[in-house]
């Protein structure tokens, strides 16, 4: 894949990366990383343009979130949120914008390789492999790693007690608050510095939901990055470090989650009074 970025703004990287983009090494077709600019957040993807087809799904969206820092975006039904999620994944390619993640654009990279460069991304569907058990699940999130992975599962399921009880269960037949649990789980089995999670409460039950935030903040303590995308937009933004209300492909608010609840116009547009 050529580089879409390749003739804007000054990122010469040959300097610093002389790899040409596609000679990357394996066979799958992904480009150079480069330099990201100085004072970055730990992952930004800025001015994100781009959709399915003709027509733009996000249109010149920013998103970013700092190391150890929990970032809730919000939104209504169709939003872009889920694409931002895949754009920043490299599961879309943007018209514009680029992604930068602890000092790197990998605006070129796929999915993979993004993996590779230390993000875990939980989609919002089909998250679980259903007629896999949940150590299977577990086992297939540890894919790209080389090398002995038991002592990241022994944390997952330290993490998720419920879930290690059920381990040489089909994840199919887990609760759907579990089957949540496992996808998360299966994402942290990269070890990942940036952890995106598409509606990782959906369909749960409020003490669910609660437990699974509390995990969540637990993980951020470790010191991993949480991009995350909420439907329980007041109880997410309750334990944000930063909010991002996205409509229509664009920011429309952004502040501390502190600041998104107390402004009574996203109180009312957003959150429901
Ligand atoms: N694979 C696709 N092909 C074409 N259009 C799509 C695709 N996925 C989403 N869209 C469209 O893009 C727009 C944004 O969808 P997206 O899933 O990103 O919204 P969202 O904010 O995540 O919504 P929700 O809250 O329902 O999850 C919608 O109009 C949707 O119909
Ligand atoms: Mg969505």
């Known amino acids: 894949m050529s580089d879409p970025f390749a003739n804007r703004g000054n990122r010469d990287a040959s300097v610093v990366n002389p790899r040409p983009a596609g000679t990357a090494e394996g066979n799958h077709h992904s480009g150079p990383t480069r330099p990201g600019h100085s004072g970055d957040p730990f992952l930004i993807g800025e001015g994100m343009r781009g959709g399915y087809g003709k027509a733009d799904i996000l249109n010149g969206c920013t998103l970013a979130v700092e190391k150890g820092q929990i970032a809730v975006i919000v939104g209504p039904n169709g939003a872009g949120k889920s694409t931002a999620m895949k754009a920043i ?28 460069a230390g993000m875990g991304f939980v989609p919002q569907v089909a998250n679980v492999f259903p007629t896999m058990t949940v150590e299977e699940n577990l086992e297939m999130g540890a894919y790209l790693r080389g090398d002995d992975f038991r002592e990241t599962m022994q944390q997952v399921y330290e993490l998720f007690p419920a879930v290690a009880d059920k381990r040489r269960q089909n994840a199919g037949e887990l609760s759907g608050g579990q089957r949540q649990q496992v996808a998360v789980g299966r994402a942290l089995m990269t070890r990942p510095k940036l952890l995106m999670l598409d509606e990782p409460t959906a369909g749960v039950s409020p003490i669910v939901m609660d437990e699974l935030f509390d995990r969540i903040i637990e993980i951020a303590r470790t010191g991993i990055s949480i991009l995350m995308v909420e439907q329980n937009a007041k109880q997410a933004l309750e334990i944000a470090d930063i909010g991002y209300v996205l409509v229509q492909g664009a920011n429309r608010y952004t502040g501390t989650g502190a600041q998104l609840m107390a402004d009574p116009e996203v109180r009312r547009t957003f959150l429901g009074g």
């Open 89 to 116: 994944f490299g599961m879309l390619n943007l018209r514009e914008g680029s992604v930068r993640l602890d000092g790197q654009d990998i605006s070129a990279l796929n999915p993979q390789d993004r993996v590779k």
